[in-house]
């Protein structure tokens, strides 16, 4: 009978998946125990739980409080058109830099934009997770209370019908994007 060490790396991969299980214990819940069920290679399931933990430990703070120093915009009634698009895409680069990504803007000018940012998202409190591949996506469109922004900007033809067919109401004219920006993006 011959015994077969494993390789260095898969026993590491077990060390430290003991290790996360262990920390994760105060906090388990449900989906550690789907995860059992999945069968992942060890480092896709270390890498979920990692994740997890560092969800459950990450603080909530208002987003303004992820800068150092805290993140205070001037107020947009104090700035011209041109020094709040200044602004805007200033502003706009460091919530990148803390993957904090903005979706469905093209809809609004730069200074609803802006006000937008000073108004919801700044002052929002969030769970700052400290990972790479982590973003966080903030949508600048109430799906439930604008409806008719969302079909008439971004909806495809598909989303269109199946809302039309639920909701027997007529769809609104499909309209170009008044304000279309090259925003950062999550990389793929």
């Known amino acids: 009978m011959v015994f077969r ?15 996360l299980r262990d920390e994760l214990e105060p906090f388990l819940d ?8 999945r069968r992942l290679p060890t480092s896709d399931e270390n890498e979920f739980l990692a994740q997890m933990l560092a969800w459950e430990r990450a603080p909530v703070l208002p987003i303004s409080r992820w800068f150092e120093p805290e993140l205070v915009l001037p107020a947009p009634d104090k700035l011209s058109d041109a020094e709040l698009h200044a602004c805007l895409w200033e502003t706009l680069e ?7 990504v903005l979706d469905f803007t093209d809809h609004l000018s730069d200074r609803q934009l802006y006000t937008l940012i000073i108004r919801d998202i700044l002052p929002s409190h969030e769970k700052k997770i400290d990972l790479p591949r982590n973003y966080l996506h903030w949508h600048c469109l109430d799906l439930d209370a604008a409806p008719e922004v969302w079909l008439s900007y971004y909806a495809s033809e598909e ?8 909701t027997q109401q007529p769809l609104p004219e499909r309209l170009p994007l008044p304000h279309p920006r090259r925003m950062p993006r ?3």
């Open 5 to 19: 060490q494993p390789p260095s790396d898969e026993v590491d991969q077990l060390l430290l998946n003991a290790q």
């Open 30 to 37: 449900e989906s550690v125990h789907i995860l059992d069920s």
């Open 94 to 100: 460091r919530l990148y830099e803390r993957r904090i």
């Open 159 to 166: 989303e269109r019908e199946v809302w039309a067919d639920e």
């Open 186 to 188: 999550r990389p793929q």
